[in-house]
């Protein structure tokens, strides 16, 4: 059995950081209204090029010795590392006690269930007031937790769990969430799909990504979210960013680059 997976602590809590997918993707996706010169022009100022683009799905799981926690589910299905990775790790599905989702892209519900059986069978769900409200209520991977009363629908801000913190990020989706990670003085700022990719989506924060719900109000949270992580000297998590998609952004001309280091 394979699975790749990078293990961190932050403080006392051990997390780890599990491969859902890693595969080739097209940079033109997060690039929406750019043209085809421009987006050449910065994947060569970084050493890439289209044939060597790749696209990931990272999910954070967090054992904070009381409770077992995942951060989103990725795809879900034949494709998904999630659950053989949970098995290689020796973990439990059924051990897992919460899962919070940044939104409802089927990329991060996807895992949650095949509609019918829930694939954490005691976990509880939660899920953003405003997300719910437009556009998850209906959501079919949703409804085995709802059925078994799982399913939290929680505020658009503050601390859903003890040390994790809801950030509205609205935009990617119209109640797309953040998150914020706070332990024993270490912290993880979670961008979630407020950027989609360490090289592209940091370079240019006007360019959108073609799931972007509403482009502009996308790019505001994104240019928030990063300016938030440099004032406040924070770890950055990207969902889509090259796995294991943890680094530090820098700013660099009207945009960032993006710094990994071994944390
Ligand atoms: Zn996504």
Same mark, same amino acid.
Request: hydrophobic content about 50%.
């Given at each position: 059995?394979?699975?790749?997976?990078?293990?961190?602590?932050?403080?006392?809590?051990?997390?780890?950081?599990?491969?859902?997918?890693y595969?080739?993707?097209?940079?033109?996706?997060?690039?929406?209204?750019?043209?085809?010169?421009?987006?050449?022009?910065?994947?060569?100022?970084?050493?890439?090029?289209?044939?060597?683009?790749?696209?990931?799905?990272?999910?954070?799981?967090?054992?904070?010795?009381?409770?077992?926690?995942?951060?989103?589910?990725?795809?879900?299905?034949?494709?998904?590392?999630?659950?053989?990775?949970?098995?290689?790790?020796?973990?439990?599905?059924?051990?897992?006690?919460?899962?919070l989702?940044?939104?409802?892209?089927?990329?991060?519900? *996807?895992?949650?269930?095949?509609?019918?059986?829930?694939?954490?069978?005691?976990?509880?769900?939660?899920?953003?007031?405003?997300?719910?409200? @437009?556009?998850?209520?209906?959501?079919?991977?949703?409804?085995?937790?709802?059925?078994?009363?799982?399913?939290?629908?929680?505020p658009?801000?503050?601390?859903?769990?003890?040390?994790?913190?809801?950030?509205?990020?609205?935009?990617?989706?119209? *109640?797309?969430?953040?998150?914020?990670?706070?332990?024993?003085?270490?912290?993880?700022?979670?961008?979630?799909?407020?950027?989609?990719?360490?090289?592209?989506?940091?370079?240019?924060?006007?360019?959108?990504?073609?799931?972007?719900?509403?482009?502009?109000?996308?790019?505001?949270?994104?240019?928030?979210?990063?300016e938030?992580?440099?004032?406040?000297?924070?770890?950055?998590?990207?969902y889509?960013?090259?796995?294991?998609?943890?680094?530090? @952004?820098?700013?660099?001309?009207? *945009?960032?680059?993006? @710094?990994?280091?071994?944390p």
């Amino acid at each position: 059995m394979t699975g790749s997976f990078y293990k961190m602590a932050l403080g006392s809590w051990a997390l780890t950081i599990i491969q859902d997918q890693y595969t080739q993707g097209d940079p033109a996706n997060f690039a929406a209204n750019a043209t085809a010169e421009a987006l050449d022009a910065v994947l060569t100022a970084n050493g890439l090029n289209r044939a060597v683009f790749k696209w990931a799905i990272n999910i954070v799981f967090i054992e904070t010795g009381e409770r077992r926690v995942l951060i989103d589910t990725g795809v879900g299905g034949d494709e998904a590392r999630l659950l053989p990775t949970l098995r290689l790790l020796e973990v439990d599905p059924a051990s897992v006690t919460d899962i919070l989702i940044s939104h409802s892209h089927m990329d991060h519900v *996807g895992g949650l269930s095949d509609d019918v059986t829930a694939a954490f069978p005691n976990a509880a769900v939660m899920i953003g007031q405003t997300e719910f409200d @437009v556009q998850a209520a209906a959501l079919s991977r949703l409804m085995p937790y709802a059925q078994a009363d799982l399913l939290r629908v929680m505020p658009d801000s503050g601390e859903w769990l003890p040390g994790i913190t809801a950030i509205p990020a609205f935009g990617h989706t119209p *109640g797309h969430t953040a998150f914020l990670l706070e332990n024993d003085g270490e912290s993880l700022l979670m961008l979630m799909d407020a950027a989609n990719n360490n090289v592209v989506s940091l370079t240019r924060l006007d360019w959108a990504f073609r799931l972007d719900a509403d482009p502009a109000a996308a790019s505001a949270t994104r240019r928030a979210l990063l300016e938030k992580a440099v004032t406040e000297n924070r770890r950055v998590f990207g969902y889509h960013f090259a796995f294991p998609g943890v680094g530090f @952004v820098v700013p660099d001309g009207a *945009g960032y680059r993006w @710094v990994v280091l071994t944390p």
